[in-house]
């Protein structure tokens, strides 16, 4: 049975229901089918376009990677954040750098050096320190925001520990969609006695007690 979105906001969560989320019952809610609905949900408005045809639990798409219950790829892509301002720094720089040799070695017989690299290189190198200090600035920050993460991740892997709760990145993620999207479409709903549930959860999910 498909869950229906109801139309229009609810408003938000109460302060009760928002303290009686926790990471466990969020899994809960997630496995249980909400995964499903989430993927389906995006994929059907064009919004995830590495997804293959068929159903999946859950997406590969790179900017919703949180949403991928395999913890391998959110490794992978986690590492990825955090590495690709700084390698395509680097990679530009080695790039620029041989170039401007290259033609160096090839204009050897000039007597000065500044002769052979021309004014274009200073001009250059002015226009490359300025706008390529701030983009390293902020890689680092990147840097220090994700590999952090990766490595958590890949360690809790590696001692077999829960890759779910030890990703806190996926559930800040989770907890956000669970009280602004999930809550809004009429997807979960919360009950002073029986807690957290889902409006129409789906048969096989993966239940944390």
């Known amino acids: ?17 928002k303290a009686a989320l926790t990471d466990e019952t969020m899994l809960s809610l997630w496995y249980g089918g909400l995964n499903k609905v989430y993927v389906r949900r995006f994929r059907s408005g064009g919004r995830w376009f590495f997804c293959p045809v068929q159903e999946t639990n859950t997406s590969r798409e790179f900017t919703r990677i949180w949403a991928s219950d395999n913890p391998y790829l959110r490794v992978f892509v986690y590492y990825c954040k955090a590495v690709w301002g700084i390698l395509g720094i680097a990679s530009a720089a080695l790039f620029l750098g041989n170039w401007y040799l290259v033609n160096y070695v090839q204009d050897f017989e000039h007597t000065f050096a500044r002769d052979s690299f021309g004014v274009s290189f200073y001009v250059f190198m002015v226009v490359f320190i300025l706008l390529g200090i701030p983009h390293l600035m902020l890689s680092l920050d990147v840097y220090s925001e994700w590999m952090p993460r990766c490595r958590a991740l890949s360690r809790a892997l ?19 969609t669970i009280l602004g999207w999930a ?13 957290w549930r889902l409006n129409a959860p789906s048969k096989g999910g993966r239940l944390i007690e």
Do not use: F, H, Q
């Open 1 to 17: 049975m498909k869950m229906r979105t109801r139309r229009g906001s609810i408003g938000p969560c109460s302060e009760k229901g």
């Open 158 to 176: 590696r001692e077999g520990r829960d890759p779910d709760l030890c990703d806190r990145a996926r559930m800040g993620k989770m907890r956000r």
């Open 183 to 195: 809550w809004n479409s009429g997807y979960v709903r919360y009950d002073c006695e029986k807690g």
